[in-house]
Nanobody, 114 residues
């Protein structure tokens, strides 16, 4: 299984921005879908965004127009640019990769608060 390491989480005020990174332990060129989920305590993990090797991109409705997912095959990294953050975006964000079996990263905390 590919190893995934997320970074870039933290505390930000409402309206602020963060960029999450997900670094893979091997070449992601052959990986089909990669993306992000998020989870808050007591709730199921929620899909956030995905990008495939063919360039298909999809987002959950609540982040459309605010979040942008991108994929850099040369750096073996997937990014999630998060703008106009809201308190309801607060969660642990997890990166995943389908090879086709799904691998998960360890998660990175994003807190949006004053």
């Amino acid at each position: 299984q590919v190893q995934l390491v997320e970074s870039g989480g933290g505390l930000v005020q409402p309206g602020g921005s963060l960029r999450l990174s997900c670094a893979a332990s091997e070449n992601i060129f052959s990986i089909n879908a990669m993306g992000w989920y998020r989870q808050v305590p007591g709730k199921q993990r929620e899909f956030v965004a995905t990008v495939t090797g063919g360039g298909f991109i999809n987002y959950v409705d609540s982040v459309k127009g605010r979040f942008t997912i991108s994929r850099d095959n040369a750096q073996n990294t997937v990014y999630l640019q998060m703008n106009s953050l809201k308190p309801e975006d607060t969660a642990v964000y997890y990166c995943y990769a389908d090879m086709p079996l799904r691998s998960w990263g360890q998660g990175t905390q994003v807190t949006v608060s004053t």
